[in-house]
């Protein structure tokens, strides 16, 4: 059981990023979703969550730039990331919240730099 976050990179202020975070070994349909980011010297904080009948809530600091979604069918979820600023650089990890406990995946590097 676990989840696989992907999609991170280098990219330039104001461009687009899609990160995904794929489950194995279980479905994320129980699941209330969320994406958290670290940065170095900093806390980690949630940056969007996505709940099993698709409510979602995001940090304020992203509001009208990121968007959470998730595929059900495909077993995975999605953070697109637009406008990007290189205060939006840091380690994202993907997570899932279950009935029995939570799920925590690897991180995937951004880094938000002209």
């Known amino acids: 059981v676990q989840l696989q976050a992907s999609g991170g990179g280098l990219v330039q202020p104001g461009g687009s990023l899609r990160l995904s975070c794929a489950a194995s070994?279980?479905?994320?349909?129980?699941?209330?979703m969320a994406w958290y980011r670290q940065a170095p010297g900093k806390q980690r904080e949630m940056v969007a969550s996505?709940?099993?009948?698709?409510?979602?809530n995001y940090a304020d600091s992203v509001k009208g730039r990121f968007i959470i979604s998730r595929d059900n069918v495909k077993n995975t979820m999605y953070l697109q990331m637009n406008r990007l600023k290189p205060e939006d650089s840091a380690v994202y990890s993907c997570?899932?919240?279950?009935?029995?406990?939570?799920?925590w995946g690897q991180g995937t590097q951004v880094t938000v730099s002209s």
């Open positions: 996505i709940t099993t009948v698709g409510s979602t």
């Open positions: 070994g279980t479905s994320i349909s129980y699941g209330v």
């Open positions: 997570t899932a919240a279950f009935p029995a406990g939570r799920l």
